[in-house]
């Protein structure tokens, strides 16, 4: 799987736009972007994935540059409760037997 | 709907113990994980399994054993437990699409 790299913490304004990026610059053309958040002690959380094409749904969006090799997550209305650590894993699609392997993320930290 | 089901949540072990942490999936998904996490740190993947009958190793295996019982349950057994296994223990299935993960297992080894 591809190695990704990920800025170590973030803080952002409560109400504003937080644009969390992530570079992969060696990534394949049959992995995919997926995004993680594991707010404090509890299990991480699934927010979204993406091949080539920018993703939405009701969390957050996902910008993936036309050369695949970096990616941002947009979370567009932050709150305190998306205080969490941010994961950016790139793999083949999670089919039969792929292992999930979770890198350091990014900490972002909302504040009011 | 449970979803991943994990016990126990909380465990204390002297060194040298051994035991079994649990997990189940009322998914139907393929495959399970199960990973460390260390104060501070990022997860660590231990063993996975693909599919009920087959396991294989992660990140960090040693010290820990797996068994696929059935599609639906993935034990993690420590066979001696040493104060480094001090962590939580997070399990985890996963669709085609997205992984769901259980609450955690906080395992104190003293």
């Known amino acids: 799987d591809a190695k990704t790299t990920q ?25 995919y972007v997926y995004w993680y958040r594991q707010i404090h002690s ?3 959380q ?15 969006s996902l910008i993936i540059t036309e050369d695949r090799k ?8 932050a709150t305190l409760r998306d205080t969490a650590v941010y994961y950016c894993i790139v793999r083949p ?20 | 709907n449970a979803g991943v089901t994990q016990t126990p949540k909380f465990q204390v072990l002297k060194t040298g113990q051994s035991m ?18 260390d104060p501070g740190m990022g997860l660590r993947l231990i063993y996975y399994s693909a599919s009920e009958g087959t396991t294989d ?18 034990s993690l057994r420590l066979e001696s437990a040493a104060p480094s296994q001090t962590s939580v223990y ?17 395992l104190t080894v003293v």
Request: positive net charge; proline residues 4%.
């Open chain 1, 7 to 31: 800025p170590t913490s973030m803080d952002c304004a409560e109400g504003r736009a937080a644009n969390l990026p992530c570079n992969h610059s060696t990534i394949s053309g049959n992995e």
């Open chain 1, 42 to 44: 509890q299990g991480p």
């Open chain 1, 46 to 60: 699934y927010i979204i994935h993406g091949l080539k094409n920018n993703e939405t749904n009701e969390m957050a």
């Open chain 1, 70 to 77: 970096s990616s941002t997550l947009i979370l567009p209305h």
């Open chain 1, 93 to 112: 699609r999670m089919e039969y037997g792929n292992k999930l392997v979770f890198g350091a993320g990014t900490i972002l930290r909302v504040k009011s």
């Open chain 2, 20 to 37: 079994t942490l649990q997990c189940a999936q009322d998914m139907n998904h393929n495959s399970m994980y199960w990973y460390r996490q």
């Open chain 2, 57 to 74: 190793k992660g990140e960090v295996p040693n010290g820990y054993n797996v068994s696929r019982l059935n599609k639906r349950e993935f």
């Open chain 2, 90 to 106: 997070f399990c985890a299935s996963n669709t085609g699409t997205e992984a769901f993960f259980g609450q955690g297992t906080r």
